[in-house]
């Protein structure tokens, strides 16, 4: 049970790193609170699983600290931290049985016979898999393997803090639907931190109460899922969540009023204070942009109509830049020509990739 | 897909029959041909019927007494080789870098006595084992150790083993570190999150997932031993006396030294079935390992149902108010 707290941490693989360019993770500075439910969402590459074996203490960061409840483990291993990790490839004692697979963790820190023998039954309870317990791990499926790396992490009282590898990776789509309930469902019964990498934006959304978004390095936001949908913090964020994600048009502002190529867009806010040199673009999802065969709106070309079911999208032109719009249910399109319908609360104004937040009008 | 069946599909195995016949086949017969008769040479054959199986297969007789000497002297050499090597090829492997250019040159160093033609090793070690001439057994006279491979029995023995040792052991070694490299990080992070000690590593990880290349390189390393002749030819020729006379020596003195080509005939198909039958219990017992599992695959497959339909319940339940 902890509260960990990144304070500037940093990382890079090259022994004496020079520019911001050389480091695999940048400047951190974060607080997970005890209990809480984390995503780390970013694309591969963009530094998640370094940081989250940094966490656990399977890489030593170049700088910085990390404190679990005010104790700083920076330097400890990973054996002295209480944190259990299940990575991407599912890890069993192949030669051990599913219980014996579970006492591992236990047997090895010389907890007594007993009550070993309890927590094992315990956790089989809690993850199902008391059927299993005298079978050998080698045969099972991914997701049952799964759980038992799950498993181990749990059957440990004194565990801080359980990460995830991107664990569902190599698991059945169906599967991992069940497994990512159950994952939730663990958390609600056992206050527990859990970390979990992925790239998956459906995965990180669902199973997290607050979802970090890393790119290139660095956190671009942290936020509740509501908050990344509704407010992207940086381009990046409004492009990598969201299906289809968010239109980034470049534009000209002045004041309350975007300009695309010369057609007007009003805007819900002022924006006196851009900087003059800065690539200004204009953030719009596609849910808060309406597709109507006519009316009040700014002029576009349809090129295409995709159905998802549960929603419409039109692939639009508008002054020859692509975007992705919705079209509202009983709305019937004819032709190519049509209006598009912005909402002006749902527009973003972005500086160099960075939300900027104007003054009210 | 519906599979024609047309018998005439045997004679395209006709051209593998016939390579099969002449490079293998044929041979055999005429050992067996050779085996039945007894000859004094021109041509001459004289029948003898199975005489000279009855005479080898008792060890009371003279021919069937040398036998099984011989016999014993190559299966305890087999299993000495491999009570060495094996666990010494998994050490060897264990420490081997893993990483960077330590692990090419460990590589190459390694392979190096395996690119050794055997009759050179033999010619290295009887010099290098010389007490007069040769580094070692110079060192180990100075010792004052009692040493002489032509003379004394346990010295021959010592020497070969450990001829046997350096020129092996590489084999076993580099399997293992194949099978070693196979196996991801993750399972050493998984270890270490889990508080594993050094032993429990290699009992738990290291050790199951070398179990494969562990199983090749023990037949690999029984057959070869078994049927070594060129190395300890060179070295003692067999001696002193007989203590050194395995099976494959045995057999040259027999055909090539007395020229009894039926008592040789009778003892190389006798060998030829000893090491048939070897590989057959490796065979078999490789197979059984993998009918157990498919065995408990089954039972696992039922088990892991039921585990699965009372997690799945309430998974249905949430998804429909989501």
């Known amino acids: 049970m902890a509260h960990i707290v990144l304070d500037k941490l940093a990382h890079s693989y090259k022994p004496s790193p020079k520019g911001p360019d050389d480091y695999a993770l940048k400047q951190i500075d974060m607080a997970w609170e005890q209990g809480g439910a984390y995503a780390l969402l970013g694309p591969s590459g963009c530094g998640k699983t370094t940081l989250l074996n940094i966490i656990s203490g399977l890489v030593v960061p170049t700088a910085g600290r990390i404190l679990f409840d005010d104790r700083d483990v920076t330097r400890l291993p990973t054996e002295a931290r209480n944190i259990a990790q299940v990575f991407q490839f599912p890890v069993v004692y192949d030669t051990l049985t599913v219980g014996e697979n579970l006492a591992f963790p236990l047997k090895n820190r010389k907890v007594p016979r007993e009550t070993i023998a309890q927590r094992v039954a315990e956790i089989a309870r809690l993850l199902d898999l008391t059927p299993l317990i005298g079978r050998k791990a080698r045969n099972l499926t991914p997701d049952l393997k799964q759980k038992i790396s799950l498993g181990r992490g749990l059957v440990r009282a004194d565990v801080a803090a359980i990460l995830f590898d991107e664990p569902l990776t190599v698991i059945d789509p169906l599967i991992k639907w069940q497994l990512r309930s159950t994952l939730k469902e663990l958390h609600r019964r056992l206050d527990m931190t859990m970390i979990y990498v992925t790239h998956d934006q459906t995965e990180a959304l669902t199973f997290a109460d607050k979802v970090v978004v890393m790119h290139e390095g660095a956190v671009v936001q942290s936020g509740t899922p509501d908050e990344l949908f509704a407010r992207p913090a940086h381009t990046f964020v409004g492009h990598f969540i969201g299906s289809p994600g968010m239109n980034v048009l470049p534009c000209r502002v002045d004041g309350d009023t975007a300009r695309i190529d010369g057609t007007a867009i009003r805007l819900a806010r002022a924006y006196d204070a851009l900087p003059p040199a800065a690539r200004i673009e204009l953030g719009i999802r596609p849910e808060f942009a309406t597709v109507h065969p006519k009316g009040h709106g700014v002029a576009v070309r349809v090129t295409r109509v995709d159905d998802l079911g549960r929603a419409r999208i039109a692939r639009v032109e508008l002054a020859g830049k692509p975007l992705a719009a919705t079209v509202p249910e009983h709305v019937r399109l004819d032709g190519q020509d049509a209006v598009l319908a912005f909402d002006p609360a749902h527009i973003h104004v972005y500086a160099d990739g960075r939300l900027v937040v104007g003054q009210p009008v | ?322």
């Open chain 2, 1 to 322: 897909m519906n599979k024609t069946v047309n018998p005439k599909a045997w004679f395209l195995v006709l051209p593998v029959f016939a390579v099969v016949a002449f490079s293998a086949i044929i041979p055999l017969m005429t050992v067996v041909n050779y085996s039945v008769q007894d000859t004094f040479g021109n041509n001459q054959f004289f029948w003898n019927g199975l005489g000279w199986y009855q005479e080898l297969l008792d060890p009371r007789t003279e021919f069937g007494g040398r036998f099984f000497d011989a016999l014993w002297r190559s299966l305890l050499f087999s299993a000495i080789i491999l009570a060495i090597e094996v666990p010494l090829g998994i050490l060897v492997a264990l420490s081997m870098p893993r990483r960077g250019i330590a692990v090419a040159f460990t590589l190459v160093v390694m392979a190096l006595p395996l690119l050794i033609p055997w009759n050179v090793v033999g010619t290295i070690w009887q010099v290098f084992a010389r007490t007069d001439i040769g580094l070692f057994g110079y060192l180990i006279e100075r010792a004052g150790i009692d040493y002489n491979y032509t003379q004394g029995v346990l010295s021959a023995w010592i020497t070969i083993i450990i001829m046997d040792v350096w020129h092996w052991t590489s084999l076993v070694a580099l399997l293992c570190y194949a099978g070693l490299k196979s196996i991801p990080d993750a399972y050493y992070q998984a270890a270490r999150i889990d508080g594993a000690s050094r032993l429990a590593v290699f009992t738990t990880i290291q050790l199951p997932k070398m179990r494969r290349v562990l199983l090749i390189a023990v037949l690999l390393r029984f057959m070869d031993s078994f049927m070594i002749y060129t190395e300890p030819f060179v070295l003692t020729g067999g001696g002193p006396g007989n203590a050194t006379t395995f099976l494959s020596i045995d057999l040259v003195k027999l055909a090539l030294g007395q020229f009894d080509l039926g008592k040789a005939a009778a003892m190389s198909i006798v060998y030829n079935l000893i090491i048939l039958a070897v590989c057959w219990v490796f065979y078999t017992v490789m197979v059984n390992v993998d009918v157990e599992r498919r065995v408990a695959r089954a039972a696992t497959a039922d088990a892991a149902d039921a585990a699965a339909l009372p997690a799945a319940a309430p998974v249905a339940v949430a998804g429909r108010t989501a």
